[in-house]
């Protein structure tokens, strides 16, 4: 036995990798003021908007999926608490046997009495009534590892679930204002309909008077028809992100309720997004990538365990005869048996070792997660805080620029009446004008996401 246990002691269960330091702080700021500590319904202030996240965690697929993975886990936690204790179980068996006559058996039941004047029967029944039992002592701690890594994958279980919540919240949000920048564009694009419509009329009426060319109806026309190409793709890309939505709620494709204008109002000029340390604490899959490393730690205990002796003892106790007649006769039918047994593991150790090696890489490959998540987070953090500060001073320019090209395409009209500009100069700046509207509601959009996902980034939105 000394021998044995010496060759585990170069079985090593502490592991550790180098760790990278976090970083200190966003852009140099120290206030621990966070947003991911604010409960969504608070965070996004659309009525319209919470009545679609509240129906997708009711209903949401990918969700359910994830609250039964959590009682998957409940269960194993119990089974490991189950295999801490001993079994016992009513056992009620029957059999028959026949001893050859020339072994001890054979001879010795033909010359015993059972009783008196009746000798044991060639072919004897066996009847046992009573409680069977067995415990395996957990002498090196296995099943206390295996019960600690069970809870430690529960809890596990419970992060991602929160992690879950997380992305389904800011992907509704995130759909949410793709649709309700759709709509915008419709109208814009509608609108620009009607104005180039009134042109085309002005053209042709022009034409017929000598003042324009053929060419010219027929480039009006052209601007006409491409808009109206436009104007359906917009309505295709309505009904595909109302679609989508409505996969995240659980249901099947049907209108969306959602608010009409004011959509360019401003969003908060300062995201506080407190210091990176708080990742740690407010980020569901960091949480999990942690309680992974505690099982895993546990689950290379309970590998090293396996090459160590292991103590049973199983234990019955009740009622045995040959004749159901005297199978509850006290105390000559009681019987009883109490067995400990100590195996330990001498041929095909090397599959053990396997077994031990694949749970160490598993720790390490934990490890390396957990800090490749810590790692993401701080990248989304930075990536989105950069975003929105770059898309602000767009939008700003953006802003400066749309006003400039809707008056360019008055005063285009205004000159080409008085002759002082060509038609194709009313086409340039209605075309450009369109496309600048266009580009100011896409960049609105990037911004009212980015602040989307600077909140899920930072850990917000399963609360």
């Known amino acids: 036995m000394s021998l044995f246990l010496n060759g585990c002691t170069g079985l090593k269960t502490e592991l550790a990798i180098p760790e990278n330091e976090m970083p200190t702080s966003f852009k140099d700021k120290t206030d621990t003021t966070n947003i991911a500590d604010i409960q969504w319904k608070d965070y996004f202030v659309d009525p319209l908007l919470h009545e679609l ?21 409940r269960s194993s936690v119990r089974a490991a608490t189950g295999a801490l204790m001993p079994t016992m179980g009513l056992g009620v068996g029957t ?47 296995k099943l206390q590892n295996q019960r600690s890594s069970a809870m430690a994958k529960f809890l596990g279980s419970i992060e991602g679930t929160s992690f879950v919540v997380s992305n389904l919240v800011a992907d509704v949000a995130i759909y949410y204002n793709e649709l309700r920048a759709l709509d915008n564009e419709l109208e814009i694009i509608r609108q620009t309909l009607h104005t180039q419509y009134e042109s085309l009329e002005v053209i042709e009426l022009q034409k017929e008077t000598g003042r324009a060319t053929e060419l010219a109806v027929e480039l009006f026309k052209a601007q006409v028809l491409n808009t109206s190409i436009l104007e359906k793709e917009v309505l295709q890309q309505i009904t595909v992100t109302e679609n989508h939505i409505n ?51 546990f689950d290379l205990k309970v590998a090293k365990a396996a090459f160590f002796p292991t103590f049973n003892i ?4 009740g009622f045995q005869a040959f004749n159901p007649d005297f199978l509850f006769v006290a105390p000559a039918s009681i019987a009883y048996t109490a ?50 500060h770059n ?49 100011l509601i896409n960049f609105a959009k990037q911004l009212r996401i980015a602040v989307v996902k600077v909140y899920k980034a930072l850990g917000g939105g399963w609360k």
Do not use: C
């Not at 949401?60 to 959590?70: K, P, S, T, W």
């Not at 010359?111 to 090196?140: A, K, R």
């Open 53 to 73: 996240i509240d129906t997708a965690i009711k209903n949401n697929i990918d969700l359910q999926m994830a609250l039964q993975r959590i009682e998957i886990a």
């Open 95 to 141: 059999a028959i046997r026949r001893f050859g006559r020339y072994t001890m058996d054979g001879a010795g039941n033909s010359t015993t009495d059972i009783t008196p004047g009746q000798t044991v029967p060639t072919n004897l029944p066996d009847l046992f009534v009573g409680l069977q039992s067995s415990w395996e002592v957990d002498i090196w701690g």
């Open 339 to 388: 067995v400990g047994t100590l195996v330990a593991p001498l041929i095909n150790r090397n599959a053990l070792q396997a077994q031990f090696h694949f749970a160490e890489a598993n720790q390490l490959t934990a490890m390396y997660h957990y800090q490749k998540t810590i790692l993401n987070a701080y990248v989304e953090v930075a990536n989105e805080l950069s975003n929105i």
């Open 247 to 297: 996969f995240l709620l659980g249901r099947f494709p049907q209108p969306i309720e959602r608010t009409k204008g004011e959509y360019f109002t401003d969003i908060p000029q300062e995201i506080s997004s407190g210091v990176p340390s708080q990742l740690l604490a407010n980020r569901p899959d960091v949480r999990e990538a942690e309680f992974q490393i505690k099982a895993s730690k």
């Open 314 to 317: 199983t234990a019955s106790f």
């Open 391 to 439: 898309l602000r001073k767009i939008n700003a320019l953006k802003k400066q620029q749309n006003k400039v090209l809707r008056q360019s395409v008055e005063t285009s009209h205004l000159l080409y009446r008085y002759g002082r500009a060509s038609y194709l100069e009313v086409l340039i700046a209605q075309r450009n004008a369109l496309q600048s509207n266009l580009e």
